[in-house]
């Protein structure tokens, strides 16, 4: 079946900006995470949903950041107010339920602020 | 807190045997995993271990020992397409169901 899928595939902005990433998971997934991949380092925790519900946001750096997951499948990643420390590729992840050690992931939108 | 140790780069030729370690410090550990990425890619899933001991997928193997808190993934008859990064990742307990990455190990195969 499909894999993970997130639009755009890249997104460039300007400071001040506001930008919405989504992620479309793989069908029947429950849980799905969002992270933050900046050049030569690992995927950093955002957030995580279990069906429409954020259950972890503790990796949201601050309140610039929102998700929403209204019917508990494409989520939408919502950044207000960029800002040039933005710029990273954001990854979507999904599992068949929170805490599955086996995550399928998107291949990312890499957002540029300018 | 969390952290983990990776080395940032591993360089072996064609058909040798390359083993990438990872050290974490976790308050309540669940398991780790392994991820491959290729430059540009998305990280996919290559293996996890719950329990101690060795793990085999083919030409890749994964070890933990929860005791000494290190784990390593063992990649055998390595080919030019295994040039990729390599991430550890756990569970902790103390932060419910979410994971934590290592900052990757860059293995470059040379022919």
């Known amino acids: 079946g499909a894999g993970v899928s997130q639009t755009p595939s890249n997104k460039v902005t300007e400071k001040g900006k506001y930008v919405e990433l989504r992620c479309d998971p793989i069908?029947?997934?429950?849980?799905l995470y969002w992270y933050r991949q900046s050049l030569g380092q690992g995927p950093e925790f955002l957030i995580y949903?279990?069906?429409?519900?954020?259950?972890?946001d503790s990796g949201l750096p601050n309140d610039r950041f929102f998700a929403v997951r209204p019917e508990g499948s494409v989520s939408t990643l919502k950044i207000q107010r960029t800002e040039r420390g933005d710029s990273a590729v954001y990854l979507c992840?999904?599992?068949?339920?929170?805490?599955?050690?086996?995550?399928?992931f998107g291949p990312g939108t890499r957002l540029t602020v300018t | 807190g969390q952290s983990l140790e990776q080395p940032s780069e591993v360089t072996a030729v064609e058909g040798a045997i390359v083993q990438i370690n990872c050290t974490y410090q976790?308050?309540?550990?669940?398991?780790l995993s392994w991820y491959q990425q290729h430059d540009g890619g998305a990280p996919t899933f290559l293996s996890y271990?719950?329990?101690?001991g060795l793990e085999e997928t083919g030409r890749f193997s994964s070890f933990l020992s929860r005791s000494d808190s290190y784990g390593y993934l063992l990649l055998q008859e390595l080919q030019m397409k295994d040039s990729a990064s390599y991430f550890c990742?756990?569970?902790?307990?103390?932060?419910?169901?979410?994971?934590?990455f290592g900052p990757g190990t860059r293995l470059s195969v040379l022919p």
């Open positions: 949903f279990q069906g429409t519900g954020a259950a972890d």
């Open positions: 271990n719950g329990l101690d």
């Open positions: 976790t308050s309540g550990f669940y398991g």
């Open positions: 990742a756990v569970r902790d307990a103390a932060y419910g169901q979410n994971f934590v």
């Open positions: 069908s029947g997934h429950t849980a």
């Open positions: 992840a999904s599992s068949y339920q929170a805490g599955d050690y086996e995550q399928y």
